[in-house]
């Protein structure tokens, strides 16, 4: 059964701290990974990473993919109230019969305080 | 500029009701997903479809029926509703299959069963 395991479910920081959310997996046919932040109403993209070691950056948000040991980590730095949000992550997986899809982690919620 | 649009976005139904929840999305994406998001379980996959005419189980899909009749729309549907399909529910799509490529969400659509 294809797994996806984030931790921390939860996280209360402050302002200005440095935050890491954590992404594993146990899944067959892993294609990608991707990180999605959801606030009021729907998810919003932020990372896709393929390959190994390579890092994604989008302003005080960083990413890394490591495949060998199966986990991904997003970074967050100089948190703001505005950063306070679920975090999703997923991963693509093929498979053989019916295509493609997407299985997610239950979430982090990161909440950032003034 | 409208991407994913879900129908309705709320509704209450009785225990027995049915009902369908319309996705529809004007970006021409083979691939449509619908999931449901419960508080501390993150998104699972209820159904998908990698094409018109076509759709897959995914991780939840008791109670669910889906149909893909033309590539734009992909139904939900709830034949007899149960509490325990309280719900909210987010269609999404991506453009090209092999296990990559970002999702497109919709707005969602909350569901309650009385």
């Known amino acids: 059964e294809d797994k996806v395991v984030q931790s921390p479910l939860s996280l209360v920081v402050h302002e200005g701290d440095t935050v890491t959310l954590n992404c594993s997996y146990e899944?067959?046919?892993?294609?990608?990974l991707l990180w999605y932040k959801q606030e009021k109403k729907a998810p919003t993209f932020l990372f896709m990473l393929t390959s190994s070691g390579i890092e994604k950056k989008s302003g005080r948000l960083s990413s890394i993919l490591d495949k060998k040991e199966l986990f991904s980590i997003l970074n967050i730095t100089a948190t703001q109230t505005g950063d306070s949000a679920i975090y999703l992550c997923a991963v693509g997986l093929l498979k053989e019969t019916s295509g493609s899809r997407l299985t997610f982690g239950e979430g982090t919620q990161l909440t950032v305080n003034p | 500029n409208a991407g994913v649009t879900q129908t309705p976005k709320f509704r209450v139904l009785k225990t027995g009701q049915s009902m369908t929840l319309l996705c529809a999305q004007d970006m021409n994406h083979e691939y449509m997903y619908w999931y449901r998001q419960d508080p501390g379980m993150g998104l699972r996959l209820i159904h998908y479809s990698v094409g018109e005419g076509t759709t897959a189980k995914g991780e939840v899909p008791d109670g669910y029926n889906v149909s893909r009749l033309k590539k734009q729309n992909f139904l939900l549907g709830l034949e007899s509703a149960a509490p325990s399909q309280t719900s909210v529910y987010f269609c999404?799509?991506?453009?090209?299959?092999?296990?990559?490529?970002?999702?497109?969400f919709g707005e969602g659509s909350r569901l309650t069963v009385l």
């Open positions: 899944v067959t046919n892993f294609r990608s």
């Open positions: 999404a799509s991506r453009p090209t299959g092999g296990g990559t490529g970002e999702l497109f």
